[in-house]
């Protein structure tokens, strides 16, 4: 298994995040909202993080559940590849005013969410 998680995989471009919020799909579980979008088009999957400011003002805070949620993604990235497919964007969303005590918390919606 591959629990990497590389440059190539990281949603960056500003053209492919419009792309996914043009035409991508919502699904929200627990904490955690995804917009993703499949294309045949699309060569290689990308995977995106975000953590809404507005919420949480200080940078220390979004940044730890940004890498809670990036740990979610790498250690169960095959079953996410199997529910969203190989040639998807997709971006997570944290949209919780409350910040997780632990990374289990996390966890336990990200796998609600492939699974639903």
Not at 39 to 66: H, L, M, P
Not at 81 to 100: A, R, T, V
Request: proline residues 2%; contains cysteine.
């Amino acid at each position: 298994m591959n629990f990497k998680y590389p440059r190539e995989e990281k949603l960056k471009q500003k053209n492919d995040i419009s792309l996914l919020f043009e035409k991508g799909k919502w699904q929200t579980c627990g904490n955690i909202r995804l917009i993703s979008f499949s294309s045949v088009e699309i060569t290689q999957y990308k995977v995106g993080v975000s953590v809404s400011k507005r919420y949480f003002k200080k940078a220390v805070d979004r940044n730890r559940i940004k890498r809670l949620l990036r740990e979610a993604y790498r250690l169960h990235k095959t079953d996410f590849l199997e529910k969203f497919g190989e040639n998807s964007l997709s971006m997570i969303f944290y949209i919780s005013q409350e910040k997780p005590k632990h990374f289990k918390e996390i966890e336990k919606d990200f796998l609600k969410l492939l699974k639903k």
